[in-house]
């Protein structure tokens, strides 16, 4: 049987296996039904080693070997493998889900946090601050900020970050507010199919339309300030940029001239 690498090599990133396993599980796959034997000849695979990867491709669901001599083995339906490879995946990010909830939970982690605390008693204010990149980590990162945040959270963005922060943030605006007193305030440049998000919005978040607007930017507690750089039309989300300061003095004062325009604006239309 032949088989050209670059199937074997997709086959081995999409399912994590050794090249040796993918050859092997090819050639079952082509014959439905096989001995050890018949599948080292067919797949060049050393016969010392067809065993030991046919148990391996067993145990992870891959095979199935039938009873009797000789001793032969069963494909899998690709369909079941795909549905086995998930659960398989979901019950170890379960377990790993698990272990980091028990070390938040340890003596290890208080200690790690005190030295964090110490540790930052040592720092100067003036180098509370870094570079963030890709939109991916920016999301994360304002993720982090609101989850601390204590009484305010300030989002000011595009039309088009509007509508992505939705899909991000939902589920965090509601969790912030549902456990704490915390207002959320979002302004946007708001068009027909970003006005439909508002009401997804309303019990979590206060949403205001501004015109022409092209800042991006969070504000937390008057305290943390996140800002992107670049206009989003003209970066690719991967060459995003965000800078973090916190610097309560910079802060209170964006936070305030924020207020004063946000007192001048009707909800949903600019005066």
């Keep these: 049987m032949i088989v050209q690498d670059e199937f074997l090599k997709k086959l081995r990133s999409a399912f994590d296996l050794n090249i040796y396993e993918v050859k092997i599980w090819t050639a079952l796959l082509s014959r439905g039904l096989a001995t050890a034997g018949e599948l080292s000849d067919i797949s060049n695979v050393p016969r010392s080693r067809s065993y030991d990867v046919l148990e391996s491709l067993e145990k992870k669901g891959f095979v199935i070997m039938k009873l009797g001599k000789p001793i032969k083995y069963i494909a899998v339906q690709p369909q079941e493998i795909i549905k086995r490879v998930k659960k398989a995946i979901q019950i170890n990010a379960d377990d790993q889900i698990k272990s980091y909830d028990n070390i938040k939970d340890s003596t290890l982690f208080n200690e790690i946090e005190l030295l964090y605390k110490q540790g930052i008693e040592h720092v100067e204010p003036s180098n509370l601050s870094g570079a963030i990149r890709g939109r991916d980590a920016i999301y994360n990162h304002m993720e982090s900020m609101m989850e601390k945040a204590e009484k305010s959270v300030i989002l000011v963005t595009t039309e088009e970050g509007f509508v992505r922060k939705v899909a991000n943030f939902s589920e965090t605006f509601k969790r912030i507010k549902e456990n704490s007193n915390v207002k959320i305030k979002i302004a946007a440049p708001l068009n027909k ?79």
Excluded: C, Q
């Excluded at 206060?206 to 670049?230: P, Q």
């Design 193 to 271: 199919e970003s006005k439909k998000l508002v009401k997804d919005l309303k019990d979590y978040a206060e949403v205001k339309h501004v015109n022409n607007i092209t800042a991006r930017f969070m504000l937390i507690d008057g305290r943390e300030v996140l800002f992107m750089i670049n206009n989003d039309k003209e970066v690719h989300e991967s060459y995003d940029v965000g800078v973090w300061v916190d610097t309560p003095f910079f802060t209170s004062a964006l936070e305030n001239m924020f207020n004063m325009s946000w007192k001048r604006i009707e909800a949903g239309k600019n005066e």
